[in-house]
DNA sequence: CGGGGCCTACCCAGAAGTGGGTAGACGCGA
DNA sequence: TCGCGTCTACCCACTTCTGGGTAGGCCCCG
């Protein structure tokens, strides 16, 4: 595996921890080369224009600019560039919204190194790379999309949450018990694939589940 | 006092204590009937049919149906009964929105027995009445629509809680102290006069202040 | 009659948000 | 220069939410 060109990686990640354990890792491969390491996706803009990376590795969480919002910055700016994102979050909101900019993959952190490895050559070959949790949720998405899954009282759940009831509130409306309130927005994130309240709120403003009314 | 012809009153107010209470002191008043209470703003509907009040005293949170949603029914059904909202909150959602659907007053719960039956009269008379707190809040929003209120900061804050960022999420992203967010947290809502992140949200998606997407 | 979905309810521990404050630094404009 | 708004930061006590569970009762469908 030692004739391969080398297939040159940007790095960008807010934790200088992460990014230099990255590179130390991928440079004891003979494929890769570490073309250039950034804190911010801006940095990492302009570090990029001067290194020409073919495999972009960006945190998806990070200081000023986001990687979510940083992926379309480089598709602009560098098109050869195939971006990866690396992720702490399984989270579909995350995931979908990557793809929908133009990843080219979706790792999570905690993945081993091969598995690191394994993306930057598939998506340096043209190819497209998620992590196994990361396939799941984004399965689950396309077989629910275009559906309504949420059970009638899930329904009226979501409805007093976009309203800003409390938990407590919610189970004084509906004669229920906070705890009982407390399993239905779990069971909601857990079927929306939606990990916060904010989230919640807006996934139930865009499907008109609910009215903005008050 | 005591030759007008009685104001003929329905309580509605999921809280037997408080419909008690209230009963009880308004039937001190010469010229105040009770005629009916409720529990329930259907079933205050009901009992408003018999009765046919001339006065609606109603919670704004109640189980079922909330005051706010049954403003309206009210003024369908009992068009010649004026409908007073009774509220423990002064946030001025619940005030605008008890406005727009059509209360003819709103007064909070803490306010004095006098007060209430001043609101009683005002409004039989066809005035309306609000108690101070929530004139103030009435008074905030006239002077401030239409315009955006926020500083810079305050646009940033709010759209990362918009896209579900913990306070220490946007600490990060903006390289302050999470304290600080909620700081800046708490200024929105009180500027606002919004109570609830879910309230925060859906002014940001209605104002366009933030897209929608994530 | 079994299985599965739904609604209900509770357990726990830890994390996060709330709602009062106060306060310093900076800059802009009167 | 003084005041005001802004941004920053911290204090406290309290409430709420989170994210794992488990579990019983009900009803419908096969």
Do not use: C, W
């Not at 990492?44 to 590795?57: A, K, T």
């Not at 930057?120 to 190819?127: K, L, M, P, R």
């Not at 800003?164 to 239905?184: D, F, P, Q, V, Y």
């Amino acid at each position: 595996m030692t004739e391969r060109p080398k297939i040159r990686v940007l790095l960008i990640d807010n934790h200088p921890l992460v990014l230099d354990g990255l590179k130390a890792v991928l440079e004891t491969f003979d494929h890769i080369e570490v073309a250039g390491t950034a804190g911010l996706a801006q940095t990492g803009l302009e570090i990029g224009r001067q290194v020409l990376p073919q495999v972009v590795l960006m945190d998806i969480n990070m200081p000023k600019l986001s990687g979510i919002d940083a992926i379309e910055l480089f598709r602009n700016e560098l098109p050869q560039a195939r971006v990866v994102m690396l992720s702490m979050h399984d989270s579909r909101e995350y995931i979908s919204s990557s793809v929908m900019h133009g990843a080219a993959g979706y790792i999570l952190k905690d993945v081993s190194t091969d598995e690191i490895v394994s993306a930057i050559e598939t998506v340096a070959g043209g190819g497209t790379y998620f992590s196994s949790g990361v396939f799941d949720a984004l399965m689950g998405e396309r077989a629910e999309e275009g559906s309504d899954p949420l059970t009638p009282r899930e329904h009226d759940i979501l409805g007093l949450i976009v309203a800003g009831r409390s938990n407590k509130e919610i189970a004084e409306t509906l004669g229920i018990t906070s705890a009982t309130t407390e399993t239905h927005r779990k069971n909601l994130k857990k079927k929306l694939g939606i990990a916060t309240t904010a989230g919640l709120i807006r996934y139930a403003l865009d499907q008109g589940i609910v009215s903005k009314a008050g």
